[in-house]
Structure formats: C-alpha cells, structure tokens
C-alpha cells in the first residue's frame, strides 16, 4: 500500500487526517518531534475508531482493526516521509514554524511526492515561495472536525503543477471527502470568506438590536443551515425561481437594496461581545466541560447528518 504521511504535531486535525487515509486504504506514518504525542495520538485514534465502528460510523471498507494496523508513529522525519506519496502537515498557524518543516522537507524528498499543509489562512505564496519543490505543494484545508464533514480546499501555489492539484483531489476522493478547487490564492481561501460574511452580518444585527443572540442562531441552525446542508447558496438561487436568470431578474434589485445597507467590518469587541457572550452561555456555560460536552453534542449530530447525506444525496 502506498505511504500518506500527516507530518504534523498529531493534535485533533492530525489524528483525523491519519484515520481519514487509512479509512481509504493507505498506510500512515505519524510524525511529531514529542513521542508522548505520537503515543496519545495513537491511543486517541485506537479509541475513536472502536467507538466509531460501535456506532456504524466508520468510514470505510475496512475494518477498525485493519485500518488501526496501517497506522504508525516514527520520531524521525527522514524514516517517517520515506517511500510517501503525500505529506500531510499540520502544526499550529504560525507561518514561520510550517516554512522552517517545508524547507526542511524540501531537502528530503524526491520529485514524486505531494507536500500538503493543512493551514486555515496562511496563502501558499508565503508558504512554499523559494522551495525547490514548489511545484509539488499544495494546501489541503479540512473542515474541523474533518471526520464528519468532508470538505477539503484544495489552494495551490501560484507555480503547483496541475498534476499536484489532480493527484491530491484524487486522493481526498478516494478517502471519502469532498476537495474543492481554489483556483487561485486569496485570504481566508472560500469557506471562512463566507463564514465570515455570516458572522459579521450576524454581529451586526446583534449590535444594531435587531435580533438576539440565541435567535440569530436559530435562524441559521432551523433555517438556513437546514438547506445549506445539501444544495448551496446559488443552487438555492436556482430552485428558489424558474431557474438563475429567473432568480435575477425577480430579485436583484431587492438583494441590492439589502446589500446596500450593510454596515462597515465590526470591531468584535466592547458591549457586543458581553452581550453575545452572556446569552450564549446561558445555553452552554463556556468551562472545559460544558464546551467538550457540546462538542461532543455537535460531532455526535455532524456524523449523523453525514451518514443522511450519503443515504440520500445524488451522486
């Protein structure tokens, strides 16, 4: 079996992604510079995959046991990435920290192998400029947790050759997940420049008294999510008229009008946040473990709708 290597500090994005490749067949490597973090992490990922296979949520068409063989800690970078076809990397977002393990890997791979990060907001320009390998990096953003929601952005390096993108979005397909093509850098890549569109009208309507806290919540959760969930929001635009032109035509000059009196980017701080804050915990107390319960609370419903999507979803 070819080798995916999540080169990483083996944290909850690290652990998914390694159940996340053995799930499609694929034999991983851990790496961490702390091997008492290779060692919890493959506790962790022992007992998450048992308890997933309990519960007929594991992802694939092997066996827990199976998949739990293919995995395996190395404390040495040079043996961990040896004979891999992908490199994943996730340590924490600090530019710094991932170029320093990128120029690193850059001196030890040959030509034929995918160096992936995992990075949320830093651009692959400032990522991998000046890399011999250049050609051969890419990003691979997961959705937290990526177990349970499966979309991946695939964002390349001004100078990734389109057989980098083709080789990682066939392999994100193999493992089950959903890649997506960023064809082109820009901050915050698609989905946080569309969660924060979201949440900087939502403060605003907060801050403005216009709504609560609570229920500006319940707008999304029992209203928009509930269809975003499966078509998103210009196939919405599409089945919402007799069609896209339809939609325009109908409803451009209103979006227009609304649109229009957005305010400026909020400053997220001040009486608002105390506010939000104060009705947010009456529903969950933000201590260690009223959040991990709703955590749990969240995950537990995300695998349930995932296991809808695949039952129901066209292909």
Same mark, same amino acid.
Request: aromatic residues 6%; negative net charge.
């Given at each position: 079996?070819?080798?995916?290597?999540?080169?990483?500090?083996?944290?909850? %994005?690290?652990?998914?992604?390694?159940?996340?490749?053995? &799930?499609?067949?694929?034999?991983?490597?851990?790496?961490?510079?702390?091997?008492?973090?290779?060692? #919890?992490?493959?506790?962790?990922?022992? $007992?998450?995959? *048992?308890?997933?296979?309990?519960?007929?949520?594991?992802?694939?068409?092997?066996?827990?046991?199976?998949?739990?063989?293919?995995?395996?800690?190395?404390? #040495?970078?040079?043996?961990?990435?040896?004979?891999?076809?992908?490199?994943?990397?996730?340590?924490?977002? /600090?530019?710094?920290? *991932? $170029?320093?393990?990128?120029?690193?890997?850059?001196?030890?791979?040959?030509?034929?192998?995918?160096? =992936? =990060?995992?990075?949320?907001?830093?651009?692959?320009?400032?990522?991998?400029?000046?890399?011999?390998?250049? *050609?051969?990096?890419?990003?691979?953003?997961?959705? #937290? +947790?990526?177990?349970?929601?499966?979309?991946?952005?695939?964002?390349?390096?001004?100078?990734?050759? +389109?057989?980098?993108?083709?080789?990682?979005?066939?392999?994100? @397909?193999?493992?089950?997940?959903?890649?997506? @093509?960023?064809?082109?850098?820009?901050?915050?890549?698609?989905?946080?420049?569309?969660?924060?569109?979201? %949440? =900087?009208?939502?403060?605003?309507?907060?801050?403005?008294? %216009?709504?609560? +806290?609570?229920?500006?919540?319940?707008?999304? &959760?029992?209203?928009?999510?509930?269809?975003?969930?499966? %078509?998103?929001?210009?196939?919405?635009?599409?089945? /919402?008229?007799?069609?896209?032109?339809?939609?325009?035509? @109908?409803?451009?000059?209103?979006?227009?009008?609304?649109?229009?009196?957005?305010? =400026?980017?909020?400053?997220?701080?001040?009486?608002?946040?105390?506010?939000?804050?104060?009705?947010?915990?009456? *529903?969950?107390?933000?201590?260690?473990?009223?959040?991990?319960?709703?955590?749990?609370?969240?995950?537990?419903?995300?695998?349930?709708?995932?296991?809808? $999507? @695949?039952?129901?979803?066209?292909?």
């Amino acid at each position: 079996c070819l080798a995916s290597v999540p080169c990483s500090i083996v944290g909850l %994005i690290g652990r998914s992604w390694a159940m996340l490749f053995a &799930s499609g067949g694929f034999k991983v490597k851990l790496y961490d510079i702390e091997q008492q973090q290779i060692t #919890n992490a493959l506790e962790n990922i022992r $007992k998450e995959m *048992k308890l997933m296979e309990q519960s007929g949520a594991l992802k694939g068409s092997l066996s827990a046991q199976q998949q739990l063989a293919l995995i395996s800690g190395c404390g #040495n970078l040079a043996e961990a990435v040896e004979g891999a076809m992908h490199i994943q990397e996730c340590v924490p977002e /600090n530019l710094e920290l *991932k $170029k320093k393990i990128f120029t690193h890997l850059d001196s030890i791979v040959d030509d034929s192998v995918i160096l =992936s =990060s995992s990075t949320s907001c830093l651009l692959p320009s400032k990522l991998f400029g000046g890399l011999t390998h250049v *050609k051969q990096c890419i990003v691979a953003h997961p959705v #937290n +947790p990526p177990y349970y929601v499966p979309l991946v952005e695939l964002v390349p390096h001004p100078e990734t050759a +389109p057989t980098t993108m083709d080789r990682t979005h066939a392999l994100m @397909r193999k493992i089950g997940q959903s890649p997506v @093509r960023v064809l082109k850098e820009i901050d915050g890549f698609v989905l946080n420049r569309l969660q924060y569109a979201i %949440i =900087s009208e939502a403060w605003r309507l907060v801050e403005e008294g %216009i709504v609560s +806290p609570n229920d500006l919540d319940l707008v999304m &959760s029992d209203g928009l999510g509930m269809r975003y969930a499966f %078509i998103g929001p210009l196939e919405t635009m599409h089945l /919402n008229a007799e069609g896209m032109v339809s939609y325009c035509d @109908r409803y451009s000059e209103g979006m227009k009008h609304v649109l229009n009196s957005f305010g =400026s980017v909020p400053e997220f701080s001040g009486a608002t946040v105390e506010k939000v804050n104060q009705d947010i915990c009456m *529903k969950v107390p933000d201590d260690p473990v009223h959040l991990a319960a709703r955590r749990q609370w969240r995950d537990d419903c995300l695998m349930r709708l995932a296991k809808l $999507k @695949r039952q129901v979803q066209p292909q």
